[in-house]
């Protein structure tokens, strides 16, 4: 499990190594802040695309050629700008890496639900999404310093070896797993899986829990500029997030596999508890900026190893690459979603209230989960309603 964890760390890392180099990319604060959002947005566009592709294509000649191949791939395209240091190859080498990562993140993802039985799901993607954390968590600082240390070219080429380490590690102690036999699937049928409670359910929550995530690390530290707080505590507040989003994971998955809580009804307090985050965003001052900090962390840490626990148990095994790759499609649009929402709230109002729209649509979340269609789905024993 241990090479899937670092492929988790791998992907996050190379989404958001390159947010601390503000600066690096122009003398104008405005060029930079649009490179920077253009190199961000090409790596996230890359997999909205292609994840549910890769994914299907796991599920038809098998998650660990895919893997290793998105590896290697990212390896390859992370060495070109560190090798060739030009404007254009920089733009490549990042839709290069989202490609890459399009096809090894969903492919790890299934491997971790093959490769685990049903009963220890809630741990595995607690401890897959903990390590994931922590890579979305250093990726800006790691990045901040290997760009003051060498540059970009620098950070690429760290991110070059880190991948080509995994490989070959993935290569060595990730064991085969053959596909399964699959039956003919019409575009009807893949249409009325998607839509299906047992998927679109822990989808929409995992979306949801992006998407305050999203807007948590980028408009908490604007709300603490507002309130005339230092960047010492804007800073502290980002990393008490997305520290609470890490080590929360593990102890939920755990939890889920000790029947200690439901499915249902974790996901529906998870979004409540964000929900209650964005509420306390509201408040002015350095304690309601700690206090949503906390509650954001808390619930999507929650929220994500119940979420993919239910996919897992949901799929059938023989299509478990694009359930993923469909599932971290919706996620990828909450990470993209979230922020538009509340940027344009905040444009006509202010963002007091762009914080109060995610709120309410996050708190809708357990009503509407209640009203789903009530079929059991089974999770390690237990039943989604849990």
């Not at 359930?323 to 909450?334: I, V, Y």
């Amino acid at each position: 499990m241990w090479p899937l964890y670092a492929a988790g760390f791998t992907t996050a890392f190379g989404a958001h190594g390159v947010a601390a180099t503000l600066g690096g990319f122009s003398d104008d604060a405005v060029t930079s802040l649009l490179v920077l959002g253009g190199l961000l947005a090409l790596y996230d566009g890359a997999e909205v695309l292609l994840k549910p592709l890769f994914g299907t294509l796991a599920d038809r000649i098998g998650a660990r050629p895919v893997l290793l191949g998105g590896l290697l791939a990212f390896t390859v395209a992370s060495a070109l700008y560190a090798v060739a240091d030009t404007p254009g190859w920089l733009w490549a080498a990042r839709a290069g890496q989202g490609a890459a990562a399009s096809a090894f993140s969903p492919s790890a993802s299934a491997l971790v639900a093959r490769l685990n039985p049903a009963a220890k799901h809630g741990r595995a993607f607690g401890s897959y999404g903990f390590y994931k954390s922590i890579g979305y968590t250093l990726g800006p600082l790691l990045g901040g310093v290997l760009v003051w240390a060498g540059g970009l070219r620098l950070l690429f080429a760290v991110m070059a070896v880190l991948a080509a380490a995994v490989a070959l590690w993935a290569a060595l102690a990730v064991p085969h797993v053959p596909p399964l036999p699959r039956s003919r699937q019409t575009v009807l049928d893949l249409a009325r899986r998607l839509l299906d409670p047992a998927f679109l359910t822990p989808t929409a929550a995992l979306a949801g829990a992006t998407a305050a995530l999203s807007v948590g690390v980028g408009f908490l530290p604007v709300s603490g500029a507002s309130a005339h707080l230092g960047t010492v505590a804007t800073g502290a507040a980002v990393s008490v997030l997305a520290g609470c989003a890490a080590l929360v994971q593990p102890r939920a998955g755990r939890a889920l596999d000790e029947g200690r809580i439901g499915v249902r009804a974790g996901i529906g307090a998870g979004l409540l508890t964000t929900a209650a985050g964005l509420a306390c965003a509201m408040l002015p001052g350095l304690t309601g900026l700690l206090l949503a900090a906390v509650l954001i962390g808390t619930g999507t840490g929650i929220i994500t190893p119940l979420g993919f626990a239910a996919l897992a148990a949901g799929a059938p095994r023989e299509r478990l690459g694009q359930t993923m790759g469909a599932a971290e499609l919706g996620r990828e649009l909450g990470d993209a979603g979230g922020p538009l929402l509340v940027a344009a709230v905040a444009t006509t109002a202010t963002l007091t209230y762009g914080y109060a729209a995610l709120a309410l649509l996050l708190a809708a979340g357990p009503a509407v989960v209640l009203a789903a269609r009530r079929r059991a789905v089974p999770v390690a024993g237990r039943e989604l309603e849990g």
